[in-house]
């Protein structure tokens, strides 16, 4: 009888998604085979209809049979199902709590706050998602330095869930940096993040996923046809 | 081994489904804790020292540690206190329940109740979307006594607090009826359920107390 990590695994997904490149990561650092499905219309498609009735988004991962939506959800899932290698969340119910709170921190102000920089209308617009951006990545910079504790990553000597949730944040923020101006990961203001970055994307499990910064410039050129894209 | 009761704090607030999961769940797994009641509109020094980041309740205490998000909360509660389990052991199950729960709070909740308040594609429209919604969750449920099977699970204290006990009753304040008997059989006979389990029962806001204040939240929703 075969094990339920031995199942087929397939992902349903879209290159300049942030959320899709979570997953990614995730089943590279568990060495997980699965065949990946570029999905170029989500909204019209019918695999995505029939997996994820409810949001109708990517990424959807399918294992055997079963559909498991949510970028985070999958991840956990992925860490909770392939148990070989280290883990993507502590074992300890208090520090799995904390790495999630920030990625719902993420989520709910980091996330928001990029969107918000790449569809203000106008400069007075720009500048306070700016300013709101800049607290967000500050507060972030406070995190890593008491998550890392003078190790490499949010999670200690090796990528975890923090540093999957930001880390796949940093294509959008490179992108936003190169059409504001705004170094939003700075040398001097946020020098744990500035070289913590260097070191997620030579990562073995994130080089391979992480999408190109011109063609993700390209791609927010052509989605946001706001004024911070002219 | 008995804990004291102070090694356990809950911050809440008596209206707050997002609370009321927390209690529920803490009294299903037989933990004491002091309950301290916030003023969410004038928020106390404690809240604001304890939730910089949100500045919202609930807030756990354990031992020193500090817990917010009430997912989270349920979570942590469920792995530290291994009695009476909340979530399923099968990742899968899991994945399903948190998607579920997410979906709860994200969009039944209050994108549910804010557009009925404020219907600004008519009242018909509203509700229509907002019943759309609370068919996934009736289908969730077909043939099970709970969304977790026969006991009460993650789900159940995520969407129970949520709809039945806190959006159902605004609903009913403004006259409609969220889950009408012919259309969501399952779901009433899950709300019945619920009502049969005193750990419930004594965690939700009292009746006439919360449409009261539902009404208060639409109208400002209104105003907004």
Known sequence: ?230 | MAKKEEDVKLLGFWASPFSGRVKMALKLKGVSYEYLEQDIVDKSALLLELNPVFKKVPVLVHEGKILAESHLILEYIDQTWKNNPILPQDPYEKAMARFWAKFVDEQVGPVCFKSVAKPDKGIEVAIEEGQELITFLEKELTGKDFFGGKTIGFLDLVAGSMIPFCIARGWEGMGINMIPEEKFPELNRWIKNLSDIEIVRECIPHREKQIEHMMKVAERIKLA
């Not at chain 1, 569809?119 to 500048?127: C, G, I, L, S, Y």
């Not at chain 1, 504001?180 to 946020?190: A, C, L, M, Q, W």
């Open chain 1, 1 to 230: 009888m075969g094990l339920i990590s031995d199942e087929y695994v397939r992902l349903l997904g879209a290159w300049p998604s942030p959320f899709v490149l979570r997953t990614r990561i995730a089943l590279n650092l568990k060495r997980v085979p699965y065949e990946y499905l570029e999905e170029e219309d989500t909204l019209n498609s019918e695999s995505v209809l029939n997996y994820n009735p409810v949001h109708k988004q990517i990424p959807i991962l399918i294992h055997g049979n079963k559909p498991i939506r949510e970028s985070l959800n999958i991840v956990m899932y992925v860490d909770e199902t392939w148990l070989s290698g280290p883990p993507i969340l502590p074992s300890d119910p208090f520090d799995r709590a904390v790495a999630r709170f920030w990625d719902v921190y993420i989520d709910e102000h980091c996330f928001t706050s990029i969107n918000g920089v790449a569809v203000a209308k106008d400069e007075e617009e720009r500048k306070a998602a700016v300013a709101k951006l800049e607290m967000c990545m500050a507060l972030l910079e406070e995190t890593f330095q008491e998550c890392s504790k003078g190790r490499g990553f949010f999670g200690g000597d090796n990528i975890g869930f923090i540093d999957i949730g930001f880390g796949s944040m940093l294509g959008p923020l490179k992108v936003l940096e190169k059409f504001s101006g705004v170094k939003f990961i700075h040398p001097e203001k946020t020098p744990g993040l500035f070289h913590w970055a260097d070191r997620f994307y030579a990562h073995e499990a994130v080089k391979p996923v992480m999408p190109d910064i011109e063609k993700l410039v390209e791609f927010a050129r052509l989605k946001f046809n706001t004024s911070i894209f002219k």
